[in-house]
């Protein structure tokens, strides 16, 4: 069982390129989620989805984009990237909204420097 | 979302029992109190959460004042692998997010 898996692992833009990050879980989950993790802040969400089809905007959503085109799959999109993007980025899903009962699952994270 | 504080680092010794305190005086009575913890370059990882009555896993337990406005994460042998950021959690069935504030950093000591 993968849980969740992240790739790239590590990745160097230059200011004003794109790239997409991948998340994919295989534990059937309706709820994903991307955060970012600044140097020694805690995790602040950028984006989330509840469901294939459904995506909606987090606390730091600006410069990104999302699509949920099927359960397992949820890539975050940075569409010109700015060295204020430069973070650990970390993936998450869990059965249902991760407040209630339900236990989150992370990624191991992207570390992404942009220079 | 309800306001934490944790310190913001303690030293445990190895196999010893560590307390990991948490403050949330404004929790409303509906919030659930979700711990996790973040090994170093790790993403974050679920330890256990509770509503009122204390908690047991085979992680840790969890333990809750009777007024809810205060917790403990029990770990109750630390080993070297317990050393992370331990992050305590209070959040409505309704958030959209957990809400992770700068945790606890637990050293153990050999």
């Known amino acids: 069982n993968a849980g969740v898996t992240q790739t790239p692992k590590f990745q160097v833009l230059k200011t004003g390129q794109s790239m997409t990050l991948q998340c994919a879980q295989d534990m059937n989950h309706e709820y994903m989620s991307w955060y970012r993790q600044d140097p020694g802040m805690g995790l602040r969400l950028i984006h989330y989805?509840?469901?294939?089809?459904?995506?909606d905007q987090g606390e730091v959503p600006n410069g990104y984009n999302v699509s949920r085109s099927t359960t397992e799959d949820f890539p975050l999109r940075l569409l010109s990237a700015a060295p204020s993007q430069t973070s650990v980025y970390f993936c998450?899903?869990?059965?249902?909204?991760?407040?209630?009962?339900?236990?989150?699952?992370f990624g191991q994270g992207t570390r992404l420097t942009v220079v | 979302d309800a306001k934490t504080t944790q310190p913001n680092s303690m030293e445990s010794n190895e196999e010893e029992p560590v307390h990991l305190p948490c403050n949330h005086s404004t929790i409303s009575g509906t919030d659930y109190i979700h711990w996790y913890r973040q090994l170093p370059s790790q993403g974050p990882e679920y330890v256990i959460h509770g509503l009122t009555s204390n908690v047991n896993n085979r992680m840790a337990s969890l333990a809750i004042a009777e007024d809810r406005k205060s917790s403990t994460l029990i770990l109750h042998r630390a080993t070297l692998r317990d050393a992370a950021v331990y992050y305590c959690i209070p959040s409505s069935g309704s958030a959209r997010q957990l809400t992770f504030g700068s945790g606890t950093q637990l050293t153990v000591l050999p």
């Open positions: 998450a899903s869990s059965y249902a909204q991760p407040g209630w009962v339900s236990e989150a699952f």
């Open positions: 989805s509840v469901g294939a089809g459904i995506t």
